[in-house]
T-cell receptor
Framework: GAVVSQHPSRVICKSGTSVKIECRSL??????MFWYRQFPKQSLMLMAT?????????EQGVEKDKFLINHASLTLSTLTVTSAHPEDSSFYIC???????????FGPGTRLLVL | QKEVEQNSGPLSVPEGAIASLNCTYS??????FFWYRQYSGKSPELIMF????GDKEDGRFTAQLNKASQYVSLLIRDSQPSDSATYLC????????????FGKGTTLSVSS
């Protein structure tokens, strides 16, 4: 089946630094990718929709200048957490829809810890 | 505000019993409903997908959808300790896209 990878799987950074997370579709093209965030014991919350060749669409309450999304190609979307703070520590997961409505390929997730 | 509600649990059942997980959603126009299983520290994995009223069975899993009541459930028969996980109900609200809106999840614990 289709595979979505994320890199890094885990990152620890100092407060104030920026962190880039990559999401790749390994054997299919994804014109759209979704970025979710999951705090401990909470559900996945949709942050933004990444669109190849156009600007990302952000959900209400998500700062577009803080969470920069770049859909550089049909297989790569990146999420950059700028000036990260401890409250940004979370599990970030990307996904890409397949051809069928019920198909959604999730990446393995990136655990971010901001000290 | 489009919402998906679940009882967070934990739901504890003995091995071999039936586990019943419930979910309600706010948007009456929703068309597609999903149940995902998530182990701690991992991404969610799809268990069931349903879009028609009634029951859909796949092995030990049965999803039930009642659009009039805006209610979707998941039954797990012959529960196994390996079924212990968090079960997330998800809904596609926007048919133009496929972003999922998730409930908070129900934690299931199956004791041997």
């Amino acid at each position: 089946g289709a595979v979505v990878s994320q890199h890094p799987s885990r990152v620890i950074c100092k407060s104030g630094t920026s962190v880039k997370i990559e999401c790749r579709s390994l054997d299919f093209q994804a014109t759209t990718m979704f970025w979710y965030r999951q705090f401990p014991k909470q559900s996945l919350m949709l942050m933004a929709t990444s669109n190849e060749g156009s600007k990302a669409t952000y959900e209400q309450g998500v700062e577009k200048d803080k969470f920069l999304i770049n859909h550089a190609s049909l297989t790569l979307s990146t999420l950059t957490v700028t000036s990260a703070h401890p409250e940004d520590s979370s599990f970030y997961i990307c996904s890409a829809p397949g051809l069928a409505l019920e198909t959604q390929y999730f990446g393995p997730g990136t655990r971010l810890l901001v000290l | 505000q489009k919402e998906v509600e679940q009882n967070s649990g934990p739901l504890s059942v003995p091995e071999g019993a039936i586990a019943s997980l419930n979910c309600t959603y706010s948007d009456r126009g929703s068309q597609s409903f999903f149940w995902y299983r998530q182990y701690s520290g991992k991404s969610p994995e799809l268990i069931m997908f349903i879009y028609s009223n009634g029951d859909k069975e796949d092995g030990r899993f049965t999803a039930q959808l009642n659009k009039a009541s805006q209610y979707v459930s998941l039954l797990i028969r012959d529960s196994q300790p390996s079924d212990s996980a968090t079960y997330l109900c998800a809904v596609i609200f926007n048919q133009a896209g496929t972003a999922l809106i998730f409930g908070k999840g129900t934690t299931l614990s199956v004791s041997s």
